[in-house]
């Protein structure tokens, strides 16, 4: 078996990088760096441990990440997703317990790279996707009640309902200057953007709510009232564990190892789409393996690629991993120099920045989206949506999958075939080989669902990406699902912003709706989309021969 182990790093740096890429690479870098810090702090605050745990895990799993991994642009560290999963753990376990279950989690995701499942964790359908994704974001939430409005609680039940509950006894108590700095933090998060996108939100509100804070000797808790002190420095140590307890780890790590390789390659997949790249999905595995394997040792916790802080590096004109070398460098540097200024922070601060960061991890658009879809798509959706929330990620996700699995069976025993002799271009051009330059065809071979929706984008994507027009001939598609129309609305996107026309053929009445309801159609536009092929043929030959300027929609 082939070993499929390319950093991207050695790629590009045996490529050559100009001087140009690097000054802008260590520029996103120091910003993302910069995003980063309030973040490390939140997730790692939210999950259990000390503070100084979330800016060890950026630093040292970024760093490996950025230099072992399969994408130009991941960002490594903590993330918002693994916090519902860490506090349990630490509940039941302890923080050794943690360490021991994140370096197996670590050895779990280099065997799945070594074995080259990295295409395979990219199939899970959407729904299930969005489903547990909302449901962890409506946890966070829920966790971060008791700080942002100052309740003084010192044990919160670890069930969804008992925690509120318990917030609503104590809803008397409620801290109005704690509330204060909740909602100006939010407000910040929200609309510094309109002022500078340079420095982030959550930075700004920190500093100046902050210093606020210290120089009204506002009565509120903070990360030293509530943690104490935090050390400076970055030190070597073994977790401590009997042999005999492996097992009992096993479970966790399996989870911390699922949730960290879907969330990483899916953190790629985003990045790709916006610089037009191709991640290696096995590399990254391992990459992401080999920091979780090591970053424990130094005291950090779970790390995967970063959705927003990987997109705040691409806008900042990050393309190599320079651009992730340097923010776990500007990290460290904070770390060893201005550390003492972190303990001041407000609890209540870092509840308005994790309460943002939940908004944005909900998907409230992806979410209603398939709720107005196909029934099959929503009953996956609700039913992993309560189970994360109300029982565990690990039974939502087992149950998806299988729900996925029947529900498609059912879905392919319901098709009809006369639907599809019907749409059929029967005495259409069948010999297209000979099309003008500039005209391509893809024809897609049968119903587009969650197991072949990443193949059939990629494959679309690779016909039109030089072509002045694409054809998509949907003849013999009798279905297509949420996760498909996902990945198709995002091909088809970045299509149009490449400057290629997108024309259709042989949709049935099904799909068409579908495609409708998900604003694909508006997307192409419903003037080219033909019931045959002849005529979509005819009128891609016709624009051509014209010469006419294609023009696309500015997305």
């Keep these: 078996m082939k070993i499929s182990f390319q950093p991207k790093i050695f790629t590009l740096l045996k490529n050559g990088i100009s001087k140009e890429q690097i000054i802008s690479d260590i520029i996103a870098g120091i910003i993302v760096g910069i995003v980063a810090l309030p973040l490390a702090i939140a997730f790692a605050v939210a999950s259990g441990v000390s503070p100084e745990k979330g800016i060890i895990t950026a630093i040292v799993a970024g760093f490996i990440i950025s230099v072992l991994g399969g994408s130009r642009v991941q960002i490594g560290g903590p993330t918002g997703a693994f916090i519902i999963i860490l506090y349990g753990i630490i509940e039941q376990y302890g923080i050794d317990g943690l360490l021991i279950s994140t370096i197996m989690a670590g050895v779990i995701l280099v065997i799945f790279g070594l074995l080259q499942l990295g295409n395979l964790l990219k199939y899970f359908p959407h729904p299930l996707i969005v489903g547990f994704t909302s449901g962890i974001a409506l946890v966070i939430f829920s966790t971060q009640i008791k700080d942002a409005l100052g309740l003084n609680i010192e044990k919160l039940p670890s069930e969804f309902f ?7 006894e104590h809803i008397t108590e409620i801290n109005l200057y704690a509330l204060g700095i909740t909602v100006v933090t939010i407000l910040i998060s929200i609309y510094s953007k309109y002022i500078t996108t340079k420095v982030p939100g959550s930075f700004i509100a920190i500093i100046l709510l902050t210093m606020l804070v210290q120089f009204l000797n506002i009565p509120v808790t903070t990360i030293e009232s ?12 073994l977790p401590d564990f009997q042999w005999i307890d492996l097992s009992n780890y096993l479970i966790p790590a399996f989870v911390i190892a699922l949730l960290g390789g879907v969330e990483s390659l899916l953190s790629a997949v985003v990045a790709d789409g916006m610089i037009g790249g191709k991640h290696r999905s096995n590399t990254e595995l391992i990459a992401q393996g080999v920091a979780n394997i090591a970053t424990p040792f130094f005291g950090g916790i779970p790390a995967t690629g970063a959705i927003a802080r990987t997109a705040t590096n691409v806008k900042n004109g990050g393309r190599t991993p320079i651009a992730g070398i340097t923010h776990s460098i500007v990290l460290l540097l904070i770390m060893l120099f201005f550390i003492d200024f972190a303990k001041l922070i407000p609890m209540s601060c870092l509840a308005g920045i994790l309460i943002v960061v939940a908004y944005n991890m ?9 709720l107005r879809g196909s029934p099959f798509d929503y009953i996956v959706l609700i039913s992993t949506f309560i189970l994360t929330v109300l029982v565990d990620l690990t039974v939502a996700i087992q149950v998806g999958i299988v729900l996925s699995s029947l529900l498609f069976m059912k879905r392919m025993a319901d098709v009809d075939g006369h639907q599809l002799i019907k749409n059929d271009d029967i005495d259409d051009i069948e010999n297209y080989e000979n099309l003008p330059n500039g005209i391509s065809v893809y024809e897609i071979g049968g119903p587009l669902f969650f197991a072949s929706a990443k193949q059939y984008a990629e494959l679309i994507k690779e016909s039109g990406i030089s072509s002045k027009i694409l054809i998509i001939r949907m003849r013999h598609v009798s279905f297509i699902d949420s996760t498909a129309l996902h990945n198709l609305h995002e091909t088809i996107k970045t299509l149009k912003e490449n400057g290629t026309l997108i024309l259709t053929s042989g949709t049935n009445n099904t799909v068409f709706k579908d495609l409708y309801k998900h604003n694909i159609v508006s997307l192409i536009e419903e003037k080219n989309m033909h019931r045959t092929f002849s005529r979509a043929v005819l009128q891609a030959i016709e624009l051509n021969n014209n010469n006419i300027q294609l023009e696309t929609t500015k997305i």
């Design 226 to 237: 509530f943690f104490g002190t935090i050390p400076n420095d970055i030190t070597f140590s």
């Design 362 to 370: 909900s998907e409230a658009k992806s979410f209603m989206s398939i």
């Design 162 to 168: 008992d925690k509120w509950l318990v917030y609503f």
